[in-house]
């Protein structure tokens, strides 16, 4: 599976911005697709997740409540809505994918089995 994500840039506290993850390589049917990020000097972070199957969603503490993780099965991307952006939202945004990771492991990043290369999202007071 190849990602490739899209759609980071400058924001604004309160601001919007809507994140995309292009999938290509085959079918993901049974997949998981994730959202994790990365700030300097900070842990890779879960912030959300979606089964392709159903289209089941989980979110990260930190993002539940401004955060919107959906899927388009005919386009084969999965978007990340981000509302409400706080300067601490400030990161490198990763998606990946996997067909094996449980429910229970979803935050842990090395359970994540394809990497997209992660589009920078700032966030400025």
């Known amino acids: 599976v190849q990602l490739q994500a899209s759609g980071g840039g400058l924001a604004q506290t309160g601001d919007s911005l809507r994140l995309s993850c292009a999938a290509s390589g085959r079918t993901l049917t049974n997949y998981k697709i994730a959202w994790f990020r990365q700030a300097p000097g900070k842990e890779r972070e879960f912030v959300a997740a979606i089964k392709w199957n159903g289209g089941s969603t989980f979110y990260g503490d930190s993002v539940k409540g401004r955060f919107t993780v959906s899927r388009d099965t005919a386009k084969n991307t999965v978007s990340l809505q981000m509302n409400s952006l706080k300067p601490e939202d400030t990161a490198v945004y990763y998606c990946?994918?996997?067909?094996?990771?449980?429910?229970?492991?979803?935050?842990?990043?090395?359970?994540?089995?394809?990497w997209g290369q992660g589009t920078q999202v700032t966030v400025s007071s």
């Open positions: 990946a994918a996997s067909s094996s990771v449980i429910t229970s492991r979803y935050r842990i990043s090395h359970m994540w089995s394809y």
